[in-house]
């Protein structure tokens, strides 16, 4: 089983959408993890951090659910620029390093 | 704020040429890793190090070296370059894995072996 396992898509949403991700880990011992956003040919950036009790900023929103050893990221209202790949990260205690998941990718059109 | 900073940002290699790229960081992170990424793939692990003299080997180690003489710097060698190696690569660096441990990237190296 992958440390990090996400839907590669694409997920193809009209403008104003509602469009929702998930992400599944693989070691109960994680305890940070994140949403990157990586545009075409560009490096991954740091979208927000999910904490344990769920977080919301402005239109995106992050869920933690430790039983199932998931994360997930709703957009709400999507825009064009919305247009991503949407990565999750998950710290690995066992080997002391991040782990990137391959990356969902969005497609938000007209 | 550099953050981190990659150079060159492009470059083409011949077969079995050597290059090293550059990888520095002002941020006093320990941690510092080395990615590569294909066309539509995701990131691959290549080595990272959690801190001066220390290295460690990812999951495509293969055909690369790494050295951490000190915090900022975390250059990655190629030795003997090969078209398997035309990727993007990608340089990250954290403070830690707990705390406060978001990677920050630099902005890529695109190479081309020929």
């Known amino acids: 089983r992958k440390e990090v396992e996400q839907d590669p898509g694409p997920f193809n949403v009209p403008e104003g959408a509602t469009v929702a991700f998930n992400c599944t880990y693989s070691?109960?011992?994680?305890?940070?993890f994140f949403w990157y956003r990586q545009d075409c040919r560009k490096e991954p950036k740091l979208l927000m951090s999910v904490y344990s009790s769920g977080n919301e900023d402005g239109r995106f929103t992050a869920q933690l659910n430790r039983a199932s050893q998931y994360i997930s990221l709703l957009i709400r209202d999507s825009k064009l620029s919305d247009s991503a790949t949407y990565l999750c990260?998950?710290?690995?205690?066992?080997?002391?390093?991040?782990?990137f998941g391959t990356g969902t990718r969005l497609q938000v059109f007209p | 704020n550099a953050g981190v900073t990659q150079t060159p940002k492009f470059r083409i290699l011949k077969i079995g040429q050597s290059m090293t790229l550059q990888c520095t960081q002002d941020?006093?992170?320990?941690?510092m890793y080395w990615y590569r990424q294909d066309p539509g793939m995701g990131l691959k692990l290549i080595y990272y190090s959690v801190g001066a003299g220390i290295t460690d080997k990812g999951e495509v180690p293969n055909g690369y070296n790494v050295s951490r003489s000190t915090t900022e710097d975390f250059p990655l060698r190629l030795e003997l370059a090969a078209p398997s190696q035309t990727s993007v690569y990608f340089c990250?660096?954290?403070?830690?894995?707990?705390?406060?441990?978001?990677?920050?990237f630099g902005q890529g190296t695109r190479l081309t072996v020929v």
């Open positions: 990260v998950v710290n690995s205690p066992s080997t002391d390093k991040l782990i």
């Open positions: 990250a660096s954290s403070e830690s894995t707990g705390g406060r441990p978001e990677a920050f």
């Open positions: 070691n109960s011992a994680s305890q940070s």
């Open positions: 941020m006093n992170h320990n941690y």
